[in-house]
């Protein structure tokens, strides 16, 4: 199955708002990202605005060709931005405002929110909705429940364990990726993911669908540009 690359472009807007102006131009990195054959443009418009503000969503929606993944914990200001865009992929995290990065998909204990009608609220809009999960069946199970269409599993502890351990840790992913697709969900994947580890990742999961990088690709730009890079990125995933 051909797996999409998702370039993640929050750190591209980290640099941009490092100096308060407009350069690097957001806009022009994503048309140039969409024209070196990425699959999709992913974006995680926090509360705090630190990097990609809620104009900058409003702005990349505009212009974009390819899927739009619009990332976020389901807030009133995240679900107006939602309604107001309609993007083709909603991932929901569980993340509280000040979490420096997602580092764990949604539980049990974060169902103090109503998920479910929140999620089929998202669906009727038309977008399709992920759920940021650890590895694990029984997320899975809570996200077919909760009635998402897709499960992005979050691979921060498979990039960790990567070196040491990388047979043993990839499955759990096996497993959550197998269930998910018996039980008619898609497959994404993203956290740390890299140069080094995506290939053996993506050859574990053959039914990936997607997956979404942004802070290695960004670094890797910086050595090999970003046209090799992206190159380099969709290769791993033949
Ligand atoms: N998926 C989710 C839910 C994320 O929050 C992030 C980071 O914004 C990513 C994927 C991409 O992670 P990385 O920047 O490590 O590639």
């Known amino acids: 199955m ?14 941009r708002n490092a100096r308060g102006g407009n350069n690097p ?15 999709g443009i992913t974006v995680h418009p926090r509360p705090d605005e630190r990097h990609i503000t809620t104009k900058d969503v409003y702005e990349i929606a505009e212009v ?66 992920s759920l940021f999960i650890d590895p694990s069946v029984e997320m899975v199970r809570l996200a077919v429940e909760l009635g998402a269409d897709r499960v992005e599993l979050y691979t921060g502890l498979y990039a960790e364990s990567y070196q040491q351990d990388k047979e043993s840790v990839i499955l759990k992913y096996i497993e959550s990726a197998d269930y ?21 990742f993506k050859q574990a999961i053959p039914a990936l669908r997607e997956v979404s990088i942004g802070h290695a690709l960004v670094c890797d730009s910086l050595i090999y540009g970003l046209e090799k890079t992206i190159q380099l990125y969709l290769s791993k995933l033949k």
């Open 180 to 200: 998910a697709i018996k039980n008619d969900l898609e497959v994404n994947a993203g956290h740390d993911l890299d140069l080094i580890n995506l290939e053996f």
């Open 64 to 129: 974009i060709t390819t899927e739009f993944n619009v990332e976020g914990f389901p807030d009133e200001r995240f679900l107006k931005i939602i309604n107001d865009i309609r993007p083709n992929q909603v991932t929901l995290v569980p993340d509280a405002p000040n979490t420096l990065t997602s580092n764990r998909g949604w539980n049990y204990s974060d169902l103090d929110i109503n998920l479910n009608l929140i999620i089929e609220k998202i669906k009727k809009t038309g977008s399709k909705v």
């Open 25 to 39: 131009d957001l806009i022009k990195i994503v048309k140039k990202i969409e024209s070196l054959g990425a699959d």
């Open 2 to 15: 051909y797996t999409r690359l998702s370039v993640n472009v929050n750190k591209i807007a980290t640099i």
